[in-house]
């Protein structure tokens, strides 16, 4: 089932609400009373949507022993696309255009017949489609964590995250508040009384002479997601050009590497951007080049190591969105203990994740940023001269 199986990927969202101390049968109704298929919340795009629990596509029996996993409560969002077969539909305005125009003296149908022709197949295709033949359906896993109040969604795109916004609301009464690169940064100053360094920070110019203004991608003036950007790219300088081991604010450590992916783009929406794939992706030549050229990492494949846990996945950078993360082989054999340990695993991972992004805020909106920044730009004007 979705986070507890396989690879997970993930969008992480917090509950403006009351934490939840533990999840009970309570929970599960509310998820059973707006239930795929039962009471859904349809949109003028024809797109319904539902919860479902777990097991399969049309799973909607909600159950403490499956939904509720070590103070974690986890289902799908099920999403219904109805989309109807345009090949058929074509066959259908066809086959009716024919018959209508049979008998026309000229041999060729007129305007009002096709037009006809295309209501009537319609009208036939979305007859069939009532008994669900042409449905699209798709399930997202959700994991609501009740020790911290965040819900992770299973996606790293924000496709679907309204209609999951507005279904949550309508089940539980709390809005989501998405953790971004921005939203987080300013999380965690309030822990350290730095939220106006937050506040008042701008893009910062790691090539001297190209302007670091805006942020093509990012449209709305009081976002700081361009931070994660900074942040991909500061851990980028920290494994090549410093240490690839972080200490951390818990007196713990954590060992990176970048590694399998890199994808960057321009800022100033001029140069395009480019995906680079290999098992050390930093290290190639025109992954340098890019960075002097101008561009910003948007996505960094990472290798991590606290605690004796490794996991392997991609970071977004502005979303802070985490893609198919592998974890450590769970040591456990019991198949509860084993679901239990998976949530455990999300949970370090996750506490892994800010403690990271903390020590770049620590570095970024500390006092010492001005140097760190100077010696991030004469490492890429070094760098510059090694792809020369």
């Not at 949507?49 to 969002?77: Q, R, S």
């Not at 969604?153 to 508040?177: I, K, M, Q």
């Not at 930093?282 to 992954?287: D, F, G, H, S, V």
């Not at 996945?313 to 769970?330: C, Q, Y």
Request: net charge negative; proline share 4%.
């Amino acid at each position: 089932m979705g986070f507890l199986a396989g690879r997970a990927t993930f969008l992480r969202f917090r509950v403006n609400g009351p934490t939840q101390r533990t999840f009970a049968e309570e929970h599960l109704e509310r998820l059973s009373d707006h239930a795929a298929g039962q009471q859904r919340i349809a949109s003028a795009d024809g797109i319904e949507v539902g919860w479902a629990a777990g097991d399969h596509i049309l799973d909607t029996d909600f159950n403490l022993e499956k939904n509720i996993v070590a103070d974690a409560l986890v289902f799908d969002l099920r999403v219904d696309a109805e989309k109807l077969p345009s090949d058929l539909l074509k066959a259908y305005t066809a086959v009716e255009l024919k018959a209508l125009s049979a008998n026309n003296p000229s041999g060729f149908p007129s305007a009002k017949q096709k037009r006809e022709a295309k209501e009537i197949a319609r009208e036939r295709l979305e007859q069939e489609a009532k008994d669900g033949r042409y449905k699209k359906r798709k399930c997202i896993p959700v994991l609501w964590d009740a020790p911290t109040n965040e819900l992770l969604f299973g996606a790293t795109s924000y496709t679907h995250v309204d209609r999951l916004v507005s279904l949550f609301n309508l089940t539980y009464g709390f809005d989501l508040e998405a953790i971004t690169a921005g939203t987080r940064a300013f999380q965690l100053a309030e822990l350290h009384e730095r939220t106006r360094n937050v506040d008042d920070s701008s893009p910062s110019a790691f090539i001297p002479d190209i302007p670091a203004e805006d942020v093509a991608w990012i449209a709305d003036e009081s976002s700081r997601d361009f931070l994660g950007n900074e942040y991909l790219l500061w851990l980028w300088y920290m494994s090549d050009g410093e240490s690839d081991t972080l200490k951390l604010s818990d007196n713990t450590e954590a060992t990176f590497m970048p590694a399998r992916t890199l994808t960057l783009e321009c800022p100033r929406g001029q140069t395009g951007h480019e995906t680079i794939s290999h098992e050390g992706p930093t290290r190639l030549p025109e992954a340098l080049r890019a960075v002097q050229s101008g561009k910003l990492p948007r996505k960094l494949g990472l290798t991590v190591v606290r605690h004796d846990h490794q996991y392997e996945f991609t970071l977004h950078a502005e979303t802070l969105g985490v893609a198919g993360v592998k974890f450590p082989n769970s040591e456990e054999e019991n198949a509860r203990l084993k679901l239990e340990d998976r949530v455990g695993q999300i949970r370090h991972l996750i506490e892994t994740l800010d403690l990271m992004y903390d020590a770049f805020g620590t570095a970024r909106f500390g006092s010492g940023w001005p140097d760190t920044l100077a010696r991030m730009q004469r490492w890429l004007a070094r760098g510059e001269r090694r792809a020369a």
